[in-house]
């Protein structure tokens, strides 16, 4: 069972930035492909980035130039680095393995406004 534990939300303004991190247990992680994912309300889950084990990454349009994934294999961690926000990236954001895994953490909400 993969556990998966997500931080570093909050409120920010239009144009600051946020750094998200995802401690995920089990001796493999290196091997996953993992994903950040995020939620708006009333909208389905969506992938925003995913980062292969040999750290080629791939983002959606939406936030391509504005978001970099990236992971520490020593630490079991997979970051997401969110400058220029907008309100429209207001979302709980999640971390789960591409494609994702059954279990879900707690998500870490994000709100840009000002």
């Known amino acids: 069972q993969v556990q998966l534990v997500e931080s570093g939300g909050g409120l920010v303004q239009p144009g600051g930035s946020l750094r998200l991190s995802c401690v995920v247990s089990?001796?493999?992680?290196?091997?996953?492909?993992m994903g950040w994912y995020r939620q708006a309300p009333g909208n389905e889950r969506e992938l925003v980035a995913r980062i292969s084990d040999r750290g080629i990454t791939n983002y959606v349009d939406a936030v391509k130039g504005r978001f970099t994934i990236s992971r520490d294999n020593a630490k079991n961690t997979v970051y997401l680095q969110m400058n220029s926000l907008k309100p429209e990236d207001t979302a709980v954001y999640y971390c789960?393995?591409?494609?994702?895994?059954?279990?879900w953490g707690q998500g870490t909400q994000v709100t840009v406004s000002s």
């Open positions: 089990g001796s493999i992680f290196r091997f996953y492909v």
């Open positions: 789960n393995l591409y494609p994702p895994h059954d279990s």
